[in-house]
Structure formats: structure tokens, C-alpha cells
């Protein structure tokens, strides 16, 4: 008979007793259906021009008309926009979230286009 070398139930199988529980619990399974996919995040839309830019950190900050200040990640770009292709004082547009728990954000950030 070979011998497990974990669990706390090692003497029972040694001893030829059946074991009702596991040694040690096993992982929880997924819900049926699996758990529902959270909402996406929608904000209000807003202008406002770059103020500061963090290039080697990936972030900044957008000043709104009332002279707030927006923070910003890489991340929250639109897609197919490159967070290398602002620069301080672009005029932007994006979707205004305004977090209780970690404050305000900037989504969906873009570049304004230029009327012709």
C-alpha cells in the first residue's frame, strides 16, 4: 500500500480505515452559469487640454474648463490612440468617471480632431 506524505489523515490510511473528509480542502468550485461579466464603466462626456504627462510612468493629467484636474492612465486610451502621441497643452475629449471610491478618471481618452 503506498503511503501519502500529506495530509493529516496519513494514520487512517496506514491503518486500512476509510477517510470521509479530505486532508486538506479543496479549492471552490465556479458557480453554474459562471459569474456575470460586470457592467462597462460609462462616464459623462467631457473636453479639457493635457496639463501634465508622465510618459515613463504611463499617466496624466487633464485640466476640465472650471480648472480641475483630470487624472489619466495609459491605459484608459481609446483604442488605437498612443499615449506617445500627446503632448502637454493637445486639447482632448473623453468620458468624465466620477469615482466615490477612488476619485475622478478620465476614459476613452482622445485627441480632439481640428475642424477644417
Known amino acids: 500500500m ?8 496519513d494514520s487512517a490510511r496506514r491503518r486500512g480505515q476509510a477517510v470521509t473528509q479530505p486532508s486538506r480542502p479543496a479549492g471552490r468550485k465556479a458557480a453554474p452559469g459562471g459569474t456575470p ?33 483630470i487624472y489619466f492612465h495609459r491605459s484608459d486610451l481609446e483604442e488605437g490612440t498612443a499615449f506617445n502621441d500627446f503632448a502637454v497643452g493637445d486639447v ?25
Open 37 to 69: 461579466r460586470p457592467a462597462e464603466r460609462r462616464g459623462t462626456a467631457a473636453t479639457g487640454r493635457l496639463v501634465k504627462l508622465m510618459i515613463g510612468q504611463g499617466h496624466g493629467f487633464i485640466r476640465l474648463g472650471s480648472g480641475r484636474e
Open 2 to 9: 503506498l503511503q501519502s506524505t500529506i495530509g493529516l489523515h
Open 92 to 116: 482632448v475629449v473623453f468620458e468624465l468617471l466620477d469615482d466615490p471610491v477612488s476619485g475622478a478618471r478620465a476614459l476613452r481618452v482622445k485627441q480632439r480632431r481640428r475642424p477644417r
